[in-house]
């Protein structure tokens, strides 16, 4: 069990009391009854619903003639005669509403009885909830059959109720597919619904089985291919399908299925062990609990004992892991402590017998909850359930270890570190491909660990889940699962204990809390139940709280890969072992995200005293910069942040120091020449002079320094940079509106490569993101809507329609910079697949080709009269616009969690850039003012002058510092603790900018005006940026939204 029940979805969530089993049907003694489902020739099980899952109608039409005097057989004549187009018929193919059925049924059954027949009380004693109810006999059967790993389906005859619903009286999770005629439009024995169900089900004919009572339907599968069963009698029936599956579908064990292949022991052996310990020989029933993914786990019915078997799985092991002794040892000493832990029977050290090592256990049973959210119980229950798991876990941290005879159990002292080098060893050792977060995780935690620590015994994996707890009382009777118990930091086990708090309700592995209402449910919070824990401990809050939960989630992330790698090579002992890689990833970056939070705690916590080690230092002309400087220290580290290019690492001053020779060189050169270009009749046409700097900026490595180190760990893609380090580089560029482009490092194309490098599936990245990577095309995002008000993205009215293996696009949208660019192949468009979806899940993108046929550009769009050749602002209709399903972007209803993530780092690389256009305006002024002259004196001489140079100094100068600190941010503590930040600098930079650019254009008069000087495109551009970025008003409700939660 231990670590890996946490990892097993299952297929009941909700608490149940586990009883004493019921005794498998009597087979010869000495024997293991059943064989392994492997050998199981099907794959599916489908159920016809009424006389297989619900009583017979023709049973309670037999009985209801009787009770209401009618003729006998009348019903059941009118069900099955009269072709295809009786009324039964039709009903069930959701052709005739209720109303009308009843009408038309009542005539067909009065003529056949030849007397009036009230048809309305059949139908209403049909749907009553006596008829309603499951059979428990198949119930059951559908646990065992879903729990070997097959699929179940439901194939219904069944009509619509007067209120519009369909009868369907059943609890829809326990079946794959379900398949209604009345939705259907076509029903049994018509041979097109079979092939429906088959085809949804996703199995041949000959690899399903099919239940019905009635022969028509069963001859109608049966000429398919179908195995059928005829049920006459329910009993004998589940005995046949018994026989056609090989295992059994009676006396259920809950979380069992039959022993997996690769988990098979060897039972003669076994059984010589069992009479050995036991006593007289007896029948002995094997099967493998479906979790226990780390140490396989086994239910054992021995003569009258019910046992549970926990063994080392097979093949090579990591150092350590899968210390079954270890568990032997610790369960028989806590229970003479006083710990209520499951009684021990043997440890058996020879691996001769089954394999590996092994012991012996009770079966104990009371009450497991596999939903957090204790579905079923009163509020008052439900937190007198935390408050028990929350006392026995401080019973357990309250052992005294040397009279337990465990002082020896583990180390003393140092756990954290030590638990932080083992999981990033073991996480090496299972390595299969980089998860950024964990080498993110991988470099933080040595720096964070907590300077001190308590100990005391740990259990390592302490969940309710792993709990039983008493039939009737909030009163924990077992704890289980003990395989990572050690003497170490109890603060692990309670921040391991919170897990499911940050979980989602639907998480696939585990359901959680996180979208829970956890005072209507009245569920302490995570902070109430630590604080409960402190209480009961007698200690004081603990402040570094992040850094535990970072360190679990990390713990689990590893412990996934661990297993993920052991499901290559078929060692992992769960059927869904496999699909932990990706849970992997997500516990990860969950990790990371409260490293994040802990990061920033320790951010805003005042500084130590002493001299500080960051440099400051500010610059004024892009050209000649910089000009001063108050550094007197070495440059800062990265986890500093850096104000200036002087405290930046000296191979990043190096760039700064080569970008900043290109621009003179260059850029700045050419900037007249391209601006001219910009109003000529070609200029929908790139210049080639733009071609020429961009092959220099390439060869200089002046190129792609946009991708940070976050999403380009490898540093595969860009050149590395932190958001910090290319603030300063994106500044610089700024100054131009040419620069960003030269060094392929312009929107829309950062956005969309960005998205691409995070998203993109590998076909895509070489089809589309290699290309732009290298500068070869352009490409475009299509969002924005004429219609609807788009900065509310879930607005956006543009359709995406799946047809077969394509999807076909339609809609309008406007303001596509760069999609009039003749080098733009690429746009990806975001669209509506699935408006009934929850809000943000109805999104999804798909990469475009800019030549695919309905693609229309309708116009241009200019910005104050500049239409911004050659890339442009495009108005395009997509109309009926085909694309290929491999064009989808992550999944679809991915597409708002794609656009957050596009808005990672290109968040604030306009707002970098505004500083430069900002300090390029400010170099424009001064220059200026220094060589003209009016009313007799220069106009650097002028007091009004001086005022607005001073004021445009000291608002870049406030704006710098807070687009340094939001992009420092984003490093250090992630870009969701940034948020505030982040909306704050999309607000001030484009005002900033814009006062300071207005100043220098009054300074320059008219010529300010013209297109001798970039000061009206600058203006223009800063002024597009208060919406292009999002309005100010969404930014401004963001920022006090936040400010009011302080």
């Given at each position: 069990?231990?670590?890996?029940?946490f990892?097993?979805?299952?297929?009941?969530?909700?608490?149940?009391?586990?009883?004493?089993?019921q005794?498998f049907?009597?087979?010869?003694?000495?024997?293991?009854?059943?064989?392994?489902?492997?050998?199981?020739?099907?794959?599916?099980?489908?159920?016809?619903?009424?006389?297989?899952?619900?009583p017979?109608?023709y049973?309670?039409a037999?009985?209801?003639?009787?009770?209401?005097?009618?003729?006998?057989?009348?019903?059941?004549?009118?069900?099955?005669?009269?072709?295809?187009?009786?009324?039964?018929?039709?009903y069930?193919?959701?052709?005739?509403?209720?109303?009308?059925?009843?009408?038309?049924?009542?005539?067909?059954?009065?003529?056949?009885?030849?007397?009036?027949?009230?048809?309305d009380?059949?139908?209403?004693?049909?749907?009553?909830?006596?008829?309603?109810?499951?059979?428990?006999?198949?119930?059951?059967?559908?646990?065992?059959?879903?729990?070997?790993?097959?699929?179940?389906?439901?194939?219904?005859?069944?009509?619509?109720?007067?209120?519009?619903?369909?009868?369907?009286?059943?609890?829809?999770k326990?079946?794959?597919?379900?398949?209604?005629?009345?939705?259907?439009g076509?029903?049994?024995?018509?041979p097109?619904?079979?092939?429906?169900?088959?085809?949804r089900?996703?199995?041949?004919?000959?690899?399903?089985?099919?239940?019905d009572?009635?022969?028509?339907?069963?001859?109608?599968a049966a000429?398919?291919?179908?195995?059928t069963?005829?049920?006459?009698?329910?009993?004998?029936?589940i005995?046949?399908?018994?026989?056609?599956?090989?295992?059994?579908?009676?006396s259920?064990?809950?979380?069992?299925?039959?022993?997996?292949?690769t988990?098979?022991?060897p039972?003669?052996?076994?059984?010589?062990?069992?009479?050995?310990?036991?006593?007289?020989?007896?029948?002995?029933?094997?099967r493998?609990?479906?979790?226990?993914?780390?140490?396989?786990?086994?239910?054992?019915?021995?003569?009258?004992?019910?046992?549970?078997?926990?063994?080392?799985?097979?093949?090579?092991?990591?150092?350590?892991?899968?210390?079954?002794?270890?568990?032997?040892?610790?369960?028989?000493?806590?229970?003479?402590?006083?710990i209520?832990?499951?009684?021990?029977?043997?440890?058996?050290e020879?691996?001769?017998v089954?394999?590996?090592?092994?012991?012996?256990?009770?079966?104990?049973?009371?009450?497991?909850?596999?939903?957090?959210?204790?579905?079923?119980?009163?509020p008052?229950?439900?937190?007198?359930?935390?408050?028990?798991?929350?006392?026995?876990?401080?019973?357990?941290?309250?052992?005294?270890?040397?009279?337990?005879?465990?002082e020896d159990?583990?180390?003393?002292?140092?756990?954290?570190?030590?638990?932080?080098?083992?999981?990033?060893?073991?996480?090496?050792a299972?390595?299969?491909?980089?998860?950024p977060?964990?080498?993110?995780?991988?470099?933080w935690?040595?720096?964070?660990?907590p300077?001190?620590?308590?100990?005391?015994?740990?259990?390592?994996?302490?969940?309710?889940?792993?709990?039983?707890?008493?039939?009737?009382?909030?009163?924990?009777?077992?704890?289980?699962?003990?395989e990572?118990?050690?003497?170490?930091?109890?603060?692990?086990?309670?921040?391991?204990?919170?897990?499911?708090?940050?979980?989602?309700?639907?998480?696939?592995?585990?359901?959680?809390?996180?979208?829970?209402?956890?005072?209507?449910?009245?569920?302490?919070?995570?902070?109430?139940?630590?604080?409960?824990?402190?209480?009961?401990?007698?200690?004081?809050?603990?402040?570094?709280?992040?850094?535990?939960?970072?360190?679990?989630?990390?713990?689990?992330?590893?412990?996934?890969?661990?297993?993920?790698?052991?499901?290559?090579?078929?060692?992992?002992?769960?059927?869904?072992?496999?699909?932990?890689?990706?849970?992997?990833?997500?516990?990860a970056?969950?990790a990371?995200?409260?490293?994040?939070?802990?990061?920033?705690?320790v951010?805003?916590?005042?500084?130590?005293?002493?001299?500080?080690?960051?440099?400051?230092?500010?610059?004024?002309?892009p050209r000649?910069?910089?000009?001063?400087?108050?550094?007197?220290?070495?440059?800062?580290?990265?986890?500093?942040l850096?104000?200036?290019?002087?405290?930046?690492?000296?191979?990043?001053?190096?760039?700064?120091?080569?970008?900043?020779?290109?621009?003179?060189?260059?850029?700045y050169?050419?900037?007249?020449?391209?601006?001219?270009?910009?109003?000529s009749p070609?200029?929908?046409?790139?210049?080639?002079?733009?071609?020429?700097?961009?092959?220099?900026?390439?060869?200089?490595?002046?190129?792609?320094?946009?991708?940070?180190?976050?999403?380009?760990?490898?540093?595969?893609?860009?050149?590395?940079?932190?958001?910090?380090?290319?603030?300063?580089?994106?500044?610089?560029?700024?100054?131009?509106?040419?620069?960003?482009?030269?060094?392929?490092?312009?929107?829309?194309d950062?956005?969309?490569?960005?998205v691409?490098v995070?998203?993109?599936?590998?076909?895509?990245?070489?089809?589309?993101?290699q290309?732009?990577?290298?500068?070869?095309?352009?490409?475009?995002?299509?969002?924005?809507?004429?219609q609807?008000?788009?900065?509310d993205?879930?607005?956006?009215?543009?359709?995406?329609?799946?047809?077969?293996?394509?999807?076909?696009?339609?809609?309008?949208?406007?303001?596509?910079?760069?999609?009039?660019?003749?080098?733009?192949?690429?746009?990806?468009f975001?669209?509506?697949?699935?408006?009934?979806?929850?809000?943000h899940?109805?999104q999804?993108?798909?990469?475009?080709?800019?030549?695919?046929?309905?693609i229309?550009?309708?116009?241009p769009?200019?910005?104050?009269?500049?239409?911004?050749?050659?890339?442009?602002?495009?108005?395009?209709?997509?109309?009926?616009?085909?694309?290929?399903?491999e064009?989808?972007?992550?999944?679809?209803?991915?597409?708002?969690?794609?656009?957050?993530?596009?808005?990672?780092?290109?968040?604030i690389?306009?707002?970098?850039?505004?500083?430069?256009?900002?300090?390029?305006?400010?170099?424009?002024?001064?220059?200026?003012?220094?060589?003209?002259?009016?009313?007799?004196?220069?106009?650097?001489?002028?007091?009004t002058?001086?005022?607005?140079?001073?004021e445009?100094?000291?608002?870049?100068?406030?704006?710098?510092?807070?687009?340094?600190?939001?992009?420092?941010?984003?490093?250090?503590?992630?870009?969701k603790?940034?948020?505030?930040?982040i909306?704050?600098?999309?607000?001030?930079?484009?005002?900033?900018?814009?006062?300071?650019?207005?100043?220098?254009?009054?300074?320059?008069?008219?010529?300010?005006?013209s297109?001798?000087?970039?000061?009206?495109?600058?203006?223009?551009?800063?002024r597009?940026?208060?919406?292009?970025?999002?309005?100010?008003?969404?930014?401004?409700?963001?920022i006090?939204?936040?400010?009011?939660?302080?």
């Amino acid at each position: 069990m231990c670590v890996g029940r946490f990892f097993q979805a299952f297929c009941n969530h909700h608490a149940k009391r586990l009883r004493i089993l019921q005794r498998f049907s009597n087979r010869s003694p000495h024997s293991v009854l059943w064989r392994n489902s492997a050998t199981c020739p099907y794959k599916a099980v489908i159920f016809d619903m009424g006389g297989v899952l619900l009583p017979s109608p023709y049973k309670l039409a037999a009985d209801w003639e009787v009770r209401n005097r009618v003729p006998p057989g009348t019903i059941k004549q009118a069900l099955i005669s009269g072709g295809e187009n009786r009324p039964w018929m039709r009903y069930m193919r959701g052709e005739l509403r209720p109303a009308e059925f009843l009408h038309e049924f009542e005539q067909q059954c009065s003529e056949i009885a030849n007397a009036s027949v009230p048809v309305d009380s059949f139908l209403s004693e049909l749907t009553s909830v006596q008829m309603s109810e499951q059979l428990p006999v198949v119930t059951e059967a559908i646990k065992y059959i879903r729990a070997e790993g097959l699929k179940t389906a439901v194939l219904s005859n069944n009509f619509y109720l007067h209120n519009g619903d369909s009868f369907l009286p059943l609890d829809r999770k326990q079946f794959d597919v379900i398949i209604e005629s009345c939705r259907e439009g076509v029903c049994k024995p018509d041979p097109r619904i079979y092939r429906v169900c088959l085809e949804r089900l996703g199995v041949q004919a000959h690899e399903s089985i099919f239940l019905d009572d009635i022969g028509q339907n069963l001859k109608a599968a049966a000429h398919l291919g179908i195995k059928t069963l005829k049920v006459d009698d329910l009993e004998s029936a589940i005995q046949q399908l018994e026989t056609h599956l090989g295992f059994v579908l009676r006396s259920f064990v809950p979380y069992t299925c039959s022993v997996r292949p690769t988990m098979e022991i060897p039972t003669e052996p076994l059984q010589k062990y069992l009479e050995s310990i036991f006593g007289a020989p007896g029948p002995l029933v094997l099967r493998q609990f479906s979790h226990g993914q780390s140490n396989p786990t086994y239910y054992l019915r021995f003569g009258d004992h019910q046992l549970v078997l926990r063994k080392k799985p097979p093949g090579p092991l990591l150092p350590s892991a899968h210390a079954v002794e270890r568990e032997y040892r610790v369960l028989k000493a806590l229970a003479e402590a006083g710990i209520p832990v499951p009684k021990v029977f043997a440890l058996c050290e020879d691996s001769s017998v089954i394999g590996t090592p092994f012991y012996l256990m009770d079966y104990c049973t009371g009450r497991i909850f596999k939903d957090p959210c204790l579905p079923g119980l009163e509020p008052s229950q439900r937190r007198a359930i935390y408050t028990a798991m929350n006392r026995v876990l401080c019973k357990i941290h309250s052992v005294d270890v040397r009279v337990a005879g465990l002082e020896d159990y583990g180390k003393h002292g140092n756990y954290i570190q030590r638990q932080v080098q083992t999981w990033s060893k073991q996480y090496r050792a299972t390595e299969t491909h980089t998860i950024p977060a964990m080498e993110r995780l991988l470099a933080w935690f040595p720096s964070h660990l907590p300077a001190s620590e308590g100990l005391s015994l740990v259990h390592g994996d302490f969940r309710l889940d792993n709990l039983i707890f008493h039939p009737e009382k909030p009163e924990v009777v077992s704890v289980l699962d003990w395989e990572l118990s050690t003497l170490g930091n109890p603060l692990s086990d309670v921040a391991y204990n919170c897990l499911v708090y940050y979980l989602p309700s639907h998480f696939s592995i585990l359901k959680g809390l996180s979208d829970c209402d956890l005072n209507q449910l009245a569920i302490p919070t995570a902070e109430a139940y630590f604080q409960m824990y402190c209480n009961h401990m007698g200690i004081p809050p603990v402040e570094n709280w992040n850094f535990y939960m970072a360190f679990s989630f990390f713990r689990v992330a590893a412990i996934l890969q661990g297993v993920y790698k052991r499901s290559l090579t078929g060692q992992a002992s769960s059927a869904t072992a496999e699909n932990s890689g990706k849970q992997a990833e997500f516990m990860a970056d969950l990790a990371w995200d409260f490293a994040t939070k802990e990061g920033f705690r320790v951010f805003k916590e005042p500084p130590a005293p002493g001299p500080t080690s960051r440099a400051f230092s500010t610059w004024a002309d892009p050209r000649l910069f910089p000009k001063r400087s108050y550094s007197t220290l070495a440059p800062a580290s990265k986890s500093h942040l850096v104000v200036s290019p002087d405290g930046l690492p000296a191979c990043v001053q190096e760039l700064h120091h080569k970008l900043k020779k290109f621009m003179n060189t260059h850029i700045y050169p050419a900037e007249q020449l391209l601006r001219d270009h910009q109003a000529s009749p070609n200029r929908w046409t790139p210049h080639p002079l733009i071609e020429e700097l961009k092959e220099k900026a390439k060869s200089e490595g002046l190129w792609n320094l946009f991708l940070p180190l976050e999403s380009d760990p490898d540093v595969k893609y860009g050149a590395g940079l932190t958001n910090l380090e290319f603030a300063h580089l994106c500044e610089l560029m700024g100054t131009s509106l040419h620069a960003p482009e030269v060094f392929n490092c312009s929107a829309p194309d950062t956005g969309n490569m960005e998205v691409l490098v995070r998203y993109g599936t590998k076909p895509q990245k070489e089809r589309w993101l290699q290309p732009l990577l290298d500068g070869k095309i352009r490409s475009c995002f299509a969002m924005t809507e004429p219609q609807v008000a788009s900065s509310d993205a879930t607005n956006i009215e543009a359709s995406i329609v799946k047809e077969k293996d394509t999807y076909v696009l339609n809609g309008r949208k406007w303001w596509i910079s760069g999609s009039l660019d003749p080098r733009c192949q690429l746009c990806i468009f975001m669209g509506k697949t699935d408006p009934t979806a929850q809000r943000h899940k109805q999104q999804s993108m798909l990469l475009v080709p800019m030549d695919t046929p309905g693609i229309t550009v309708i116009r241009p769009l200019s910005v104050y009269g500049l239409d911004d050749a050659p890339a442009g602002h495009g108005e395009i209709a997509f109309d009926n616009v085909c694309v290929p399903q491999e064009n989808l972007l992550l999944g679809p209803g991915r597409g708002f969690e794609i656009a957050q993530g596009r808005l990672g780092p290109g968040r604030i690389h306009h707002c970098m850039r505004l500083i430069g256009f900002a300090e390029g305006a400010l170099a424009l002024m001064k220059e200026r003012v220094a060589s003209r002259v009016a009313f007799g004196k220069p106009l650097a001489e002028q007091g009004t002058i001086r005022a607005d140079i001073a004021e445009s100094r000291v608002e870049i100068e406030q704006a710098r510092l807070l687009v340094l600190k939001a992009a420092h941010l984003m490093d250090t503590v992630g870009n969701k603790e940034a948020a505030l930040e982040i909306a704050m600098i999309k607000v001030v930079a484009p005002r900033m900018a814009l006062r300071v650019i207005d100043r220098a254009i009054q300074a320059f008069g008219a010529a300010g005006l013209s297109n001798d000087q970039p000061l009206a495109q600058f203006f223009a551009w800063a002024r597009a940026l208060r919406l292009a970025d999002g309005p100010d008003e969404v930014h401004r409700a963001a920022i006090a939204k936040l400010e009011l939660k302080h």
